[in-house]
């Protein structure tokens, strides 16, 4: 038992300095994904714009050509009205002629507004061009940064990390999980070795016959005050991370 105690108290020193590492990190990683999940949207704006402004360039010269070959339709009208035989055939000639023309109003409202929706996406386009620019400079700043700590610390935390998967072999599920709640709802300490006869968790005094018990390593206690897991002085001083 002595020994699953000594693991569960090694494991909470390891599990504190990799906090601390984790600390020095701050929020760089957060940051780090959220730029580069701005940078994505900000290309696939990039890319919507630059779709729509060729689809808009294909339509409107599609519109252009249909226009001029109704202005060519119009002109052949006007050619065969001077050879028509009788007033009904120059009728409907002339009915042809103001189809023609309506279609080519509304060809050229149609143009126009393609123009405008070129010059507005342009416009766009070229303000998320200017925000991915300084995305991807700020990106690589705090990558930089990121990069740094990691060089510094990196090595430490895996040797941790290593070190911590072998404490976890000594440590019954159980007891684990139990320290995983405690870690989580005590600020990421579960264990609390007792020192000048107080619980070094809450600072609670423990009451001298449960010292003498405590002492014994030969079960789990947990503070009464803070519900950590409390074990003996000799633990923590025998315990070597
Ligand atoms: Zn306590």
């Known amino acids: 038992m002595k020994h699953k105690l000594q693991s569960l108290y090694l494991l909470q020193l390891l599990d504190t300095e990799l906090d601390e590492l984790r600390e020095l990190r701050g929020d760089l990683p957060e940051a780090v994904n959220s730029m580069e999940e701005r940078l994505r949207f900000v290309e696939q704006r990039i890319e919507e714009c630059d779709t729509a402004l060729k689809k808009g360039a294909v339509d409107r010269s599609t519109k252009e050509k ?23 055939e120059y009728d409907a000639l002339t009915r042809e002629m103001e189809v ?15 123009a405008e929706q070129s010059t507005q996406l342009k416009d766009s ?23 740094e700590i990691l060089a510094s610390t990196g090595q430490e935390e895996s040797d941790l990390a290593v070190r911590r ?77």
Not at 100 to 114: D, L, R, S
Not at 125 to 143: A, C, G, S, T
Not at 171 to 182: A, L, N, S, V, W
């Open 66 to 88: 249909e226009s001029l070959e109704l202005i060519a339709k119009i002109e052949k009208y006007r050619a065969q009205q001077l050879e028509v035989h009788n007033n009904k």
């Open 100 to 114: 023609a023309e309506n279609t080519i109003a509304t060809f050229e409202a149609e143009i126009e507004a393609y």
């Open 125 to 147: 386009k070229v303000q998320f061009e200017k925000d991915r620019d300084e995305l991807i400079k700020e990106l690589e700043e705090k990558r930089e940064e990121l990069r």
């Open 165 to 241: 998967e072998g404490a976890l072999k000594e440590i019954d599920e159980d007891y684990f999980q139990m320290y995983t709640r405690i870690r989580g709802a005590k600020n990421g300490k579960a264990v609390a070795p007792i020192r000048r006869g107080s619980c070094s968790g809450c600072y609670n005094i423990v009451p001298p016959q449960r010292i003498l018990e405590i002492k014994k390593n030969d079960r789990l206690f947990i503070c009464e005050h803070c519900g950590r897991i409390l074990v003996s002085e000799e633990i923590a001083l025998e315990t070597k991370r």
